[in-house]
């Protein structure tokens, strides 16, 4: 079981905005350590899309955003579109580990 | 560009071992922190472990630790995991990753295609 949760699913139809939360603790997040994102589609693999909370690599639409608050980091999709259809990820550091998230499908409508 | 090309994976029996082999190229391989991540069939992704740039300090998920041993040749510009006394819960994609820093504690900024590894009696 993953110390960073996240919603099993979540769903949008094109155009909508749809968020992702990933919760963790005082032991990562809550700790000061930086929350990255990923996204991956079936059989390939991860992809950076947002590091350090908020930053976007080069060549990531600008639909993708993240944010933090408290123990929580959190990724916004906006406008969303049906390539975005994915697994995401968030990951952290925790007692001097790497950790995943749970991981979020996203289903567009 | 950063090119990350794992090998080695295939089918083995419980108890016995493999090794997975990642070649690096496209970058300067001695400055970063690698990674080795996990993906048991439909399910999530598992970070196994971390070696630093100099192959100095390495770190372990708790659930192979004594078991696998993860090793480095900057001069070849490979990443291997050894793997001993499989057990069948260890069967998925195994993807190599670079770190974006020297110690792996950033993000895995570059992946490999994956590699799976089946174990079964």
């Known amino acids: 079981q993953s110390v960073l949760t996240q919603p099993p699913s979540v769903s949008g139809a094109p155009g909508q905005r749809v968020t992702i939360s990933c919760t963790g603790n005082?032991?990562?997040?809550?700790?000061?350590?930086?929350v990255h994102w990923y996204q991956q589609f079936p059989g390939t693999a991860p992809k950076l899309i947002i590091f350090?909370?908020?930053n976007r690599p080069l060549g990531v639409p600008e639909r993708f955003s993240g944010s933090k608050s408290g123990t929580s980091a959190s990724l916004a999709i906006s406008g969303l579109q049906a390539e975005d259809e994915a697994e995401y990820y968030c990951?952290?550091?925790?007692?001097?580990?790497?950790?995943f998230g749970t991981g979020t499908r996203v289903t567009v409508l | 560009q950063v090119q990350l090309v794992e090998s080695g994976g295939g089918v083995v029996q419980p108890g016995r071992s493999l090794r997975l082999s990642c070649a690096a190229s496209?970058?300067?391989?001695?400055?970063?922190?690698m990674h080795w991540v996990r993906q048991a069939p439909g399910k999530g992704l598992e970070w196994v472990a971390v070696?630093?740039?100099?192959?100095?300090?390495?770190s372990y998920v708790e659930s192979v630790k004594g078991r696998f041993t993860v090793s480095r040749d900057n001069s070849k510009n490979t990443v291997d995991l050894l793997m001993n006394s499989l057990r069948v819960e260890d069967t998925a994609v195994y993807y190599c990753?670079?770190?974006?820093?020297?110690?792996?504690?950033?993000?895995?900024?570059?992946w490999g295609q994956g590699n799976l590894v089946a174990v079964s009696s």
């Open positions: 990753a670079r770190d974006s820093g020297f110690y792996g504690a950033g993000t895995l900024d570059n």
């Open positions: 496209g970058f300067t391989f001695r400055n970063f922190g």
């Open positions: 070696i630093w740039y100099d192959g100095s300090e390495q």
């Open positions: 005082s032991t990562n997040i809550g700790a000061g350590y930086d």
């Open positions: 350090a909370f908020t």
């Open positions: 990951q952290s550091y925790d007692n001097s580990l790497t950790v």
